[in-house]
């Protein structure tokens, strides 16, 4: 067994090994660049120490040999009095990730060899700034004393020499606060800070190995779906110094402007410093064009390296440095976090300069990136105050007066004011109030929250876990760090899709990547980033995208976006407002002829909504559902009514009509009205509700046709669970379908489908499917069904539980369950189209606006996802990524 690998043994390619730091030094090493020697400790050491719960054997001695390889390359042995090899341990995981040890410099000093660096360095305030360096770090990390203990005595002193920055701190001073880190070490450890360099560095080696189960190591890599067993490598490496005068220093930079996506390095750098200094905010930094006055050569070579690093990794690289006396030193470099529209612009770029190709600029931006430069946003130049961070939950920019609870959000709401509703977390009973608000914000719990989830189920913005608010309901108020307060009625604007909090209305500005989607022309930067990669996907990806429209309008802007038909059009909608009226006369008429006027006044009225939706789909595709929801939803309410007619019977003043309704509505309750009567059954049981549905279709099909238009309605059958259903359902379908075309002396072209939403239908789809030309999955309803609840009743009650306990690590109506309902969506498409070759298959759920779930549908072959209209380009985008291979 190998645990431990020099730096140019490594690559970057060995991420899973090495970890990312490791993997990139090594890339560094081997591309000849300036990188302190070192080697990394692999995560496989890591994995069989949290295993055992001990050091594996073998590590200590390979350990032993890597060190005295580097001593002798380095010419100094690991903390040699009058010499001292120093190093550092730095931990570094596949994915860099939050409560993991943070990375100790300076192992190797103590009482003596600290007198040793003074001496080689000449240099004995340099020596001792690192000696209480390496107590500091290696107090607070590897020995988990609270690091305010050290930072408040570091500041008192400050304070003392009546100065602000640690530089001015003399070699008394530093000596004195050696030996207070050193008693506070005795004090909240109950040991000495180990003297013995060797030891140093196997606790610093432990600790970095520990922290893979800190609780919020542990919390992130749910949230973020990271495996639990891959472990974290250690680095040890050779140290260079940054805090050896004014010729030397540290400093970050990106190749390019990670937040715009600028062409241009991108950069801080900081005289007399080590380590993070240069992003604590402890002194000034100046940028890299300033570095080029303090010290060119410097500036220069890091240029060219930085060029090097770009053209070797095809992409904008992250990287730190440090100078000593004059010479530079790489100690870091990845390829950098940016903003969607940095990650778009600089897709454009590269590709302009030959860097990458189309398919890798589609390969590098997401769908979730597109679909948060579609959200307005707050104005970056306007003034805003800045009052607390959290989690982007959900995404968004809203505006409103801060109420502390559901009922005031409610009743403020409801007299027409937006509000943001401000809780410490939220729990089912704030469910009306979330709906009343503009956006939520929370002060605790993480993007699994109950907040969180039910925010972006239901599409409202959100921030949570914004910690530096106290939140108190009782005094109506949120007390900001700093002493502010926000109080019930101040407006705020809350940032979902970066987490900020603003005091005050921030204004809005639209997104000019949506006013591209809706047809405006621009020749802005972003835009032009956005449509080469919009139409390369278009070009490669094999999956269809439709959109779910219900009306003219949604359908014309669906098309807008690139929708290339419509994969669900829900027909409930067209029952509602005055035609209620007529839906009740059918269910209260006693007889046939009852029901027959009922229908024939509501058929004009549907075949006018289909013409228009199939005007606006021309030539493509149009999938028309069936009614769906079971009848009592067009029926007033059973209690309001029972209280109407009640009333009505004490004024002896009885409505015929309304005692008939009473009497349907209570003929028609149902304790559990999703698995009542509805869909199919509807047809089957009142069939002429579907004939006249149907003949609605192909009547507007024959009108169309005859104005010259090229319809092509699909007729789909809900909530099928037997092909008996479907057939029976069917037969009626082409009755009416010979009954219009000899009156109109046409064909008239439909084809009749059914949805896929129940499990019997999925494991029965080899017969469904010999009477099905489509189905279409209604993953929706698959997942209540599958999974036993219904998501009105559950989302807000559990799902924030069952998220924590790791039972989902993602709502299933956001994300499909892949292992569950996946699996019956898999089986049904294999079934269906081995019975019927000809079957084309879609998804009409919300899923088909998924990202993780669309690369699933293209996997299983299906023929085309159906979301809503704004979720069509993110569609796009995503067949295109899955058709490149991502
Ligand atoms: P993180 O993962 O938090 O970025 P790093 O391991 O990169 O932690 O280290 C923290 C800081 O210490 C960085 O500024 C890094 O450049 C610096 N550093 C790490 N190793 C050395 C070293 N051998 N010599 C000098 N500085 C170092
Ligand atoms: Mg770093
Ligand atoms: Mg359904």
Redesign the pocket.
């Known amino acids: 067994m190998t645990y431990v690998y020099d730096f140019a043994e490594g690559n970057k390619d060995l991420k899973d090994l090495l970890g990312g730091?490791g993997a990139n030094l090594a890339e560094m090493t081997n591309l000849g660049l300036p990188v302190?020697p070192?080697f990394t400790i692999s995560t496989e050491a890591c994995r069989a120490f949290l295993e055992a719960g001990d050091v594996p054997d073998g590590l200590s001695g390979e350990i032993d040999a890597h060190l005295h390889a580097l001593e002798e390359a380095m010419g100094r042995r690991l903390g040699d009095p009058a010499d001292p090899l120093l190093?550092?341990v730095?931990?570094?995981a596949k994915f860099?990730m939050p409560g993991m040890m943070?990375?100790v410099?300076n192992v190797g000093l103590n009482d003596r060899s600290v007198l040793g660096l003074a001496e080689q360095s000449h240099d004995e305030r340099f020596a001792l700034d690192s000696y209480r360096r390496l107590l500091q770090m290696f107090g607070s990390t590897v020995l988990g004393i609270e690091s305010e203990i050290f930072a408040k005595a570091l500041d008192r002193l400050k304070k003392d020499r009546g100065t602000q920055a640690d530089t001015d701190l003399g070699v008394d001073d530093l000596s004195g606060l050696i030996d207070t880190y050193k008693h506070a070490i005795s004090e909240h450890a109950g040991r000495d800070f180990p003297q013995d360099p060797r030891e140093q560095l196997d606790l610093a080696m432990r600790a970095v190995f520990e922290s893979w189960n800190t609780e919020r190591a542990v919390l992130y890599r749910r949230q973020e779906r990271i495996e639990e067993g891959l472990g974290t490598a250690v680095?040890v490496?050779?140290?260079?110094?940054?805090n050896l005068g004014e010729d030397s220093g540290?400093g970050?930079a990106f190749t390019r402007d990670p937040a715009s996506g600028n062409q241009g390095v991108y950069g801080d750098y900081l005289q007399n410093a080590?380590?993070?200094d240069?992003?604590a905010g402890i002194r000034n930094t100046v940028s890299l064009a300033d570095m080029e006055k303090v010290d060119k050569r410097s500036h220069d070579e890091l240029l060219e390296i930085m060029a090097t690093l770009e053209t070797h990794y095809h992409d904008m690289c992250d990287i730190?440095?440090?100078v000593e006396r004059g010479r530079l030193?790489m100690?870091?470099t990845r390829v950098g976090k940016r903003t969607p529209a940095a990650a778009f612009r600089i897709g454009r770029h590269m590709t302009e300069e030959g860097l990458i190709d189309a398919d890798e600029a589609t390969r590098r931006v997401t769908g979730a990136q597109l679909a948060q430069l579609m959200f307005p946003s707050f104005d970056e130049s306007a003034e805003r105050t800045l009052v607390a961070t959290g989690m982007n939950a959900s995404p968004g920019a809203a505006v409103g007066k801060a109420v502390f609870d559901s009922d005031t959000a409610v009743e403020w709401a409801e007299r027409g004011e937006d509000v943001i509703l401000v809780r410490k977390e939220t729990n089912p009973d704030d469910l009306r109030g979330m709906v009343a608000a503009k956006g939520i914000l929370t002060s605790r719990g993480g993007k699994t929250s109950h907040a969180a989830v039910v925010a972006r189920g239901m599409g409202r913005t959100c921030v949570c876990g914004a910690e530096s608010l106290d939140v108190s309901v009782k005094k109506r108020r949120a007390k900001v760090r700093g002493g502010d307060a926000i109080n019930e009625g101040d407006v705020i604007s809350i940032d979902g899709t970066t987490g900020e909090v603003f005091l005050g209305s921030v204004p809005v500005v639209d997104s000019s990547v949506m006013r591209y989607f809706e047809g405006d022309e621009s020749d802005e930067d972003i835009v032009l980033a956005v449509d080469g990669v919009m139409r390369h996907a278009d070009d490669v990806r094999r999956l269809r995208v439709r959109a779910n429209a219900d009306t003219p309008e949604d359908a014309r802007r669906a098309r807008r976006f690139g929708a290339e038909g419509i994969g669900l059009c829900r027909t409930e909608h067209m029952f509602l407002g005055e035609r209620r009226q007529l839906v009740e006369n059918l269910i209260v008429a006693e007889d046939e002829d009852g029901q027959e006027a009922a229908l024939s006044a509501l058929l004009p009225l549907q075949r006018d909504d289909f013409v228009g939706i199939l005007e606006a789909m021309d030539g493509l595709p149009v999938t028309i559902r069936l009614i769906d929801p079971p009848l009592h939803e067009f029926l007033p309410d059973y209690t309001d009514l029972s209280v109407k007619v009640a009333l009505e019977d004490d004024h002896h003043d009885m409505d015929e009509h309304d005692q008939k309704l009473l009497e349907a509505v209570k003929r028609l309750h149902e304790q559990n009205p999703m698995l009542g009567l509805r869909g199919v059954r509807l047809g089957i049981v009142i069939p002429g509700l579907f004939k006249m549905q149907v003949r609605a279709i192909l009547e507007a099909t024959a009108d169309r046709i005859e104005a010259g238009g090229d319809p092509h309605p699909e007729i789909m059958i809900p909530l099928v669970a037997s092909v008996t259903e479907l057939d029976l359902v069917r037969g009626q379908i082409s009755g009416v379908a010979e009954a219009v075309e000899r009156e109109r002396g046409m064909k008239v072209p439909h084809k009749i489908g059914t949805m896929i939403e129940l499990p019997r239908a999925a494991v029965t789809a080899h017969e469904i499917a010999k009477s099905a030309e489509f189905f279409s999955f209604g993953t929706n309803d698959l997942t209540q069904m599958t999974w036993g609840f219904s998501r009105d009743d559950v989302e807000s009650s559990f799902f924030s539980h069952y998220l924590e306990s790791g039972i989902f690590q993602v709502s299933p109506f956001e994300s499909l369950d892949v292992d569950g309902v996946g699996r019956l969506v898999r089986h049904a498409a294999k079934l269906g189209r081995k019975a019927n070759p000809d079957l084309h298959l879609g998804v009409c759920g919300e899923h088909g606006g998924d990202p993780a779930s669309i690369h699933f549908f293209d996997e299983v072959g299906l023929d085309y996802v159906s979301c809503s209209p704004f979720r069509v380009p993110v569609a796009r985008l995503e067949a295109g990524r899955s058709a490149l291979g991502t």
């Open positions: 730091k302190p070192g190093v550092s730095r931990s570094g860099s943070e990375t410099l680095n490496q050779a140290m260079v110094f940054g540290s970050v080590q380590g993070e240069v992003v730190e440095f440090t030193w100690l870091q």
